[in-house]
């Protein structure tokens, strides 16, 4: 798998309006951010989409920026912040989570509702220290990724395999379990829960959604 090839498949995806991850319903569970962040925080969401999340951090009372590597969904994106007045608390940046342009220490929360699962097994140490870099000590970072406990997604059985990483059409999925999570992110975040849930019933896919705060 390469990662033009993932772009691509995205890319597609939204142009033909067949992105149907952006219809699963993570966003509600996002707004846990609103119990611990300060009205005004300024929050960062990895892998933007459409933005569905960006505007209902608006309705919260926070600034935010959408961070996403598909230049058509900037333009797009950043249109619709103007047309709905938006614009002093939202904005959509071009950039590379794994590369992110934005300073250290900038951000009171994070958010990432899919991308994570995406991204090759190799680049997660600089995905983390990526999103730690951003944040202010003490940021909460939200988390949304497949998990192992996973028993059918895409014909693929994670839940009862050895394996953890699939491909699809170009794109890579990887299936995590909560013990992968927890040492994935230990050294810079605390791991506030993970929990689980299973959006299209249980016989689907299980989503890990984890609630970090940064050292
Ligand atoms: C599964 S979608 C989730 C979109 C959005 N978070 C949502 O819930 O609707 C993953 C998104 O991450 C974007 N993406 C993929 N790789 C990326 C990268 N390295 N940096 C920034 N965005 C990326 C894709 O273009 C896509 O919009």
Known sequence: MSYSSQNNFFAQAYRTGTDAWSAIPFTRRAHELGLYLPHGALVLDIGAGRGRLLFDLAELGFRAIGLENNPELIARGNNEILAKNLDKDLRFLH????????????????????LLHHVLPQDYPTYVSEVAR????????????????????????????????????GVHYHFFS??????????DFEIRHIDHDTPFGPKDADFAVVLLKKK
Request: no cysteine; aromatic share 12%.
């Open 95 to 114: 950039g590379d989570a794994l590369n992110i342009p934005l300073a250290d220490q900038s951000f009171d929360g994070a958010s990432d509702i899919g």
């Open 134 to 169: 951003v944040l202010k000590p003490g940021a909460f970072f939200f988390l949304v990724v497949l998990s192992k406990n996973t028993p059918n997604y895409l014909s693929w059985k994670p839940q009862k395999s050895e394996a953890a990483d699939y491909e699809k059409e």
């Open 178 to 187: 909560d013990d992968e999570i927890k040492k994935l992110f230990e050294k």
